[in-house]
């Protein structure tokens, strides 16, 4: 994969913030597409201007309030309704409202949806995809289809789904994305049905994954090693019910595990800081244990790991922290050895190479005070003291 390019598409501003307990006010909204800007991202999706009236005015200031390095924006929205055209449609209009260079629109590609949600008939739906993307594409605009509930709706009729696809090609939408809305697939399932759609569709395919199923990042990497070239997903995961797949994890193990280019050259060494800035937005705070981008992603406790890493650290880490702008910490406990003691030390800047019996009491100490009801690794100054 080292001469593949996946196009990053964020997310966060518009799926992320229907997670509970999230709301964006304009100001945060625009705060955070300057972050995500920063971090490099392709499509910075802002809203669905229309139907949210935050959306509409954050839209209205975009152009006004930022200027990007790298990020082109999306408005999100929905096809036509059955009893209208596309032109005289107030939702579609209001997406050419927004003058975003991309939109993104939501269809059915599940048969049942479309008549059980929509009340439509599956040809009225098709019709719909089509007349709605070739009347924005007629406009300028360039159109990413987002096949809502594709997943299920391949497994419920494969031909159906397909048909989707190919309404929203012949229209001239620039990219398929195939949605798990419901985020129950597994990565075996999305790479087989990937690759079967892959051999029907001349567009370009992408993912969004929902990680319902504890699968979103996986998933996203599977569709790309099926021929995926475009991946939706919000920063730290966020979302509705379990969350979208996290942006910055599939972003990192594109460009660290398998050489592709994902971010804008350089930017992925600001996940970190950016990743925890955004949190700090959403008053949500940073889960410790996020792949890459936690306080605990590069942290070791265990004194076995501590030896190996005084040797090499590669030895008990799957890449270097730095790529990702985070920092390898010792963590001390009952379970540390004169290694982690050392390393510890030399985190607080303390040079204790070659002091031998000064080591030994302190970690003897160390087990003494844990033995006795003290905890020291998340108290960094009392350690030290």
Same mark, same amino acid.
């Given at each position: ?104 629109? &939501? =269809?059915? @590609?599940?048969?049942?949806? *479309?008549?059980? $949600?929509?009340? #439509?008939? /599956?040809?009225? !739906? ?90 979103? &990042? =996986?998933? @996203?990497?599977?569709?790309? *090693?099926?021929? $995926?070239?475009? #991946?939706? /997903?919000?920063? !730290? ?98 379970? *540390?050895?004169? $290694? ?46």
């Amino acid at each position: 994969m080292a001469d593949l390019s996946v196009e990053i598409y964020d997310t966060t501003l518009r799926d992320g913030a229907q997670q509970e307990g999230m709301n964006l006010s304009v100001s945060d909204k625009l705060a955070i597409a300057a972050l995500l800007d920063e971090l490099g991202v392709g499509v910075i999706e802002g809203g669905w201007p229309g139907a949210v009236p935050k959306d509409t005015e954050f839209f209205g200031l975009v152009a006004k309030e930022l200027s990007f390095a790298n990020a082109t924006f999306a408005a999100f929205g929905m096809t036509r309704r059955a009893d209208t055209s596309a032109g005289s449609d107030p939702q579609v209009r209001a997406l050419l409202d927004s003058e975003a260079p991309i939109i993104t629109l &939501v =269809a059915k @590609s599940d048969l049942r949806h *479309a008549e059980k $949600a929509l009340r #439509v008939t /599956g040809d009225q !739906n098709l019709a719909m995809i089509e007349e709605t993307v070739a009347f924005l594409v007629g406009e300028g605009r360039r159109v990413i289809l987002d096949a809502e509930h594709f997943f299920d709706g391949y497994r419920y009729d494969p031909e159906y789904a397909v048909k989707a696809l190919l309404a929203a090609e012949a229209g001239g939408a620039s990219t398929l994305v195939l949605c798990d809305t419901n985020g129950g697939m597994l990565p075996d399932d999305v790479t087989r049905i990937v690759t079967e759609v892959a051999a029907r569709v001349s567009a370009p395919l992408g993912m969004h994954a929902h990680n319902d199923s504890g699968c979103a &990042v =996986a998933n @996203s990497m599977a569709a790309v *090693a099926a021929g $995926a070239t475009h #991946v939706q /997903g919000c920063v !730290n995961g966020y979302g509705e019910r379990t969350g979208n797949a996290d942006l910055i994890a599939v972003a990192a193990n594109l460009e660290i595990k398998r050489g592709a280019r994902a971010l804008a050259p350089g930017a992925l060494r600001e996940a970190t800081r950016i990743a925890h800035a955004i949190s700090e937005i959403t008053n949500i705070a940073p889960f410790a244990r996020q792949p890459y981008v936690g306080a605990s992603a590069f942290a070791h406790k265990a004194g076995l790991h501590a030896s190996a890493i005084k040797v090499d650290p590669d030895l008990y880490q799957h890449t270097q922290p730095e790529l990702v702008g985070n920092d390898m910490r010792m963590l001390v406990s009952e379970m *540390a050895g004169r $290694a982690s003691v050392e390393l510890k030390g030399k985190e607080l800047g303390f040079d204790l190479a070659g002091q031998s019996e000064l080591l030994g009491r302190v970690t003897e100490r160390l087990k003494n005070a844990e033995a006795a009801g003290y905890t020291f690794d998340a108290a960094d100054a009392s350690f030290e003291l």
